[in-house]
T-cell receptor, first 114, second 114 residues
Framework: AQSVTQLDSQVPVFEEAPVELRCNYS??????LFWYVQYPNQGLQLLLK??????LVKGINGFEAEFNKSQTSFHLRKPSVHISDTAEYFC????????????FGKGTKLTVNP | NAGVTQTPKFRVLKTGQSMTLLCAQD?????MYWYRQDPGMGLRLIHY???????AKGEVPDGYNVSRLKKQNFLLGLESAAPSQTSVYFC?????????????FGQGTRLTVV
């Protein structure tokens, strides 16, 4: 069964600094990978997804992520964060052509300080 | 364009009471999911459905039942609520085809069991 590990539960950064949120996954087959963002008291919205092809994926709000099959990682990056990026970020995995189960990590709370 | 709508948004139950959470989607999606979100635990999959009339167990199915009698609706039932079921519940629906997929989330139901 697939699983996701988000290595940092909390990441504090200063405004305009770069940030990387780490995600590792486990699966016996090829996967689709996702990053979702959750603002306080809201549902989740998709930031970006990796389906196939280019390992560098660009998403909304200036975020990007890189798929690394050998390291089973899908880390999320942004070169310069804003206060408005303060939120919780979730990495998720789905097996390709398989069970259609969408499994999430425990989340990383990003706090951007002025 | 409503997307995914969850009813109710808030509920307080006494231990032992039953209730049903309704999830409705208007995007004609085949797949639907129920998750619970607890602090530090991320989103954990309770049950999911890959089509009308089908359901399957997720990571934490005990104490919950589901039904998908109509494609657009996915119901989550608690037969005898327990304080451990105090949580925020999220419903999602997704489509899958041509090597692509994306899940859309409702705004959540905050359930307190006293």
């Amino acid at each position: 069964a697939q699983s996701v590990t988000q290595l940092d539960s909390q990441v504090p950064v200063f405004e305009e600094a770069p940030v990387e949120l780490r995600c590792n996954y486990s699966s016996s087959v090829s996967v689709y990978l996702f990053w979702y963002v959750q603002y306080p008291n809201q549902g989740l919205q998709l930031l970006l997804k990796y389906l196939s092809g280019s390992t560098l994926v660009k998403g909304i709000n200036g975020f990007e992520a890189e798929f690394n099959k050998s390291q089973t990682s899908f880390h999320l990056r942004k070169p310069s964060v804003h206060i408005s990026d303060t939120a919780e970020y979730f990495c998720a995995v789905m097996d390709q052509g398989g069970s259609e189960k969408l499994v999430f990590g425990k989340g990383t709370k990003l706090t951007v300080n002025p | 364009n409503a997307g995914v709508t969850q009813t109710p948004k808030f509920r307080v139950l006494k231990t032992g009471q039953s209730m049903t959470l309704l999830c409705a989607q208007d995007m004609n999606h085949e797949y639907m999911y129920w998750y619970r979100q607890d602090p530090g635990m991320g989103l954990r999959l309770i049950h999911y459905s890959v089509g009308e009339g089908t359901t399957a167990k997720g990571e934490v199915p005990d104490g919950y039942n589901v039904s998908r009698l109509k494609k657009q609706n996915f119901l989550l039932g608690l037969e005898s609520a327990a304080p451990s079921q105090t949580s925020v519940y999220f419903c999602a629906s997704s489509w899958y085809g041509n090597g692509d997929t994306e899940a859309f989330f409702g705004q959540g139901t905050r359930l307190t069991v006293v």
